[in-house]
């Protein structure tokens, strides 16, 4: 049976202000950690942990805190974590219901920091934006018009403009 510490959530809020190297990893699905999760929190599902973990927290000195919504995911995860040789793994003291006692902000949907990031970006430097009854008048103009849709592919394939084309991301820097 692993040793399980606990991580209060003040020391880790800190810890991110402070800039610190953490790894912050929600174990349940995506579908409940779109529903509510702490702004910089990873999604790295308990069933999918093994697949994923070396390649997102490469370092095994890495702090790593995990947390689940009262599932009991959280703990197998930590016992999992320590025998693939992590050595500083903690669960979120409290879990998720924790975190928001403890005055932390609870956020939907995925990638979070880099949707806040454009919000702000929009805010501050006042980028245009177009109405949906703008972009359809665009389309069906004579104008060549190219509609780029940034999101993740598979958000792309659920629902997009016609006619767009899919560049996730930091592919549209990249590109």
């Not at 020391?11 to 702490?38: K, M, N, T, Y």
């Not at 370092?59 to 995990?66: D, E, G, H, S, Y």
Request: hydrophobic share 40%; charged share 25%.
């Amino acid at each position: 049976m692993p040793i399980c510490s606990y991580r209060p959530a003040a020391q880790l809020r800190q810890a991110l202000l402070d800039g610190a190297e953490l790894a912050l990893i929600d174990v349940r699905e995506e579908a409940d950690f779109a529903r509510s999760h702490p702004l910089f929190a990873a999604n790295l599902p308990l069933s999918k942990l093994e697949l994923d973990i070396f390649r997102r927290v490469p370092r095994l000195t890495t702090p790593i805190t995990v947390y689940d919504g009262g599932e009991g995911l959280a703990e197998r995860a930590v016992e999992r974590l320590q025998s693939w040789g992590y050595q500083d793994v903690a669960l979120l003291e409290g879990g998720l219901s924790g975190w928001q006692r403890s005055g932390g902000e609870l956020f939907q949907d995925v990638n979070s920091p880099s949707k806040a990031f454009g919000e702000l970006v929009e805010s501050e430097r006042h980028t245009p934006s177009l109405s949906a009854g703008e972009v359809k008048a665009l389309l069906e103009g004579q104008q060549e018009v190219v509609v780029v849709d940034a999101r993740r592919f598979d958000e792309y394939h659920t629902m997009t403009i016609p006619g767009s084309i899919s560049v996730p991301g930091g592919e549209l820097a990249l590109r």
